[in-house]
Structures are given as structure tokens and as C-alpha cells.
């Protein structure tokens, strides 16, 4: 005789089923709220950018943070937000921000604390986490630009791969189109007091000169910085 209840109701059955799915779903670190709306989460929070030996590491593009970087910059391009800190771009995300790739043709008044010079048809372009940035003294700023085409000519040594950013902090509340006006100007007041301009080939110096030179350049720019109420380290 078959006992009542031994064997489970086909209901019982989809039940079981069901609840097996939501657990795999739950168990699943990668299937968030952020997938659901069309985003993957990356399975890393950060990477390692090795092109032409830059070995540095970056947020990885597709993290969403729960905050912004401390020393984070505003950016607006073509009606819309972004963030730069440290070489990476964030955007609005919800209440958060996703790490993105920048837009050809956004800018910024500084390049980030590492980056690797690159020379291709004789013009230097400034990489770091996938991004090539140029020079664009017309808007005074260093800008998103598509991929050179080709080998690179020259790749600096690693030993020049430092930045030529300095840490500059506003004292006197000053706004990020200030800063940007002003870090300019004493780049520019720096180039011309000491003869050397870090945007050119060499420096714009010979080659003997470059060291004392660049040296000449940064003590005048951090002068002129100091003197329109910044600290600079």
C-alpha cells in the first residue's frame, strides 16, 4: 500500500525547482542589480595596463564605485558629466559611478601622476589606461585622441616615464576652471623664464640640457603656482 505524501506533488516539485534557481542566482557574485540593468560587473576592481611597459594599474573599465576618488576632477563634455582621477574616468551611475573609457576629444588641464610618453611621425602622445592624450595648446589642455596608427618611433625609457604633474592643492578655494587657467598660465610663464617646454621633443632643449633644464622648469612653475595662493608638492 503507497503511504500518503511519500512521493511529492508535481507541484512541490516546481517548487523545489524554483528555489534552486534563486539560490544559484543568489550564490552568483557577478549577477547583481547592475547586471539587471545592463551593466556586467568586471570580475576584478582593478587591472594592469603593460602596454609599452607602463605596468601601472587602473580601476577596471565596467566597476562601479561606490564613491568617487578623493582629488577628483569635474569634467563636462558635450552636455555631460565625467570624472578624472589618477588617469581613470568615471560617469554617474545611479548613486554611484562606473569606470569608463573617456570620449575622443574630451580634455583636461594635466596629464595623470604616471604616464608614458610615446612618439609617433616625430609628435609625442602621452599614454596611460588605455588612453593617448595630446597636447592642444589652442584650448591649453592635454586631450583624449584616437589611437595613433602604426609603431610607435620612440617609446621614452622607463627611467623618463615619471609625470611631469606636480600636486597642486587650492588654498583659497579656487574653482576648477581657476585652477585650470592658472596652472596654465605659470606652465606657460615656466616655459618661457627657463626655455624649457615638457610638451615639446626634448624638452625644446638639447639633449645635454634636459635634466637641469626640466629641473629649472618645475622649480619656476611651482614658484608661480605658490605665489597664486596654491601649495604645491
Not at 179 to 208: I, L, M
Request: with cysteine.
Amino acid at each position: 500500500m503507497r503511504m500518503k505524501g511519500k512521493h511529492p506533488s508535481r507541484l512541490a516539485v516546481i517548487l523545489l525547482a524554483l528555489g534552486a534557481t534563486t539560490a544559484l542566482a543568489a550564490g552568483n557574485p557577478y549577477r547583481n542589480r547592475d547586471n539587471d540593468r545592463g551593466h556586467q560587473q568586471p570580475r576584478s576592481e582593478s587591472r594592469l595596463d603593460n602596454r609599452y611597459s607602463h605596468n601601472r594599474n587602473y580601476p577596471s573599465r565596467g566597476y562601479v564605485a561606490p564613491a568617487l576618488p578623493q582629488g577628483y576632477r569635474s569634467v563636462r563634455y558635450r552636455g555631460s558629466p565625467y570624472y578624472y582621477s589618477r588617469g581613470a574616468w568615471y560617469r554617474p551611475y545611479g548613486p554611484r559611478f562606473v569606470v569608463v573609457a573617456p570620449p575622443i576629444g574630451i580634455g583636461v588641464g594635466f596629464l595623470p601622476p604616471y604616464y608614458t610618453r610615446v612618439w609617433f611621425g616625430g609628435m609625442p602622445y602621452y599614454y596611460a589606461d588605455d588612453t593617448y592624450y595630446s597636447w592642444r595648446p589652442e584650448r591649453r589642455e592635454y586631450v583624449v585622441t584616437d589611437p595613433p596608427s602604426g609603431a610607435p618611433a620612440r617609446v621614452d625609457d622607463a627611467a623618463d616615464q615619471g609625470s611631469d604633474e606636480i600636486f597642486v592643492y587650492p588654498k583659497n578655494g579656487q574653482s576648477d576652471a581657476q585652477q585650470a587657467t592658472d596652472r596654465y598660465e605659470c606652465h606657460a610663464w615656466a616655459v618661457g623664464k627657463t626655455g624649457f617646454d615638457p610638451t615639446r621633443p626634448s624638452g625644446n632643449v638639447d639633449e645635454s640640457e634636459v635634466d637641469s633644464k626640466h629641473a629649472d622648469y618645475r622649480r619656476a612653475e611651482g614658484a608661480c603656482l605658490e605665489a597664486r595662493g596654491y601649495s604645491v608638492k
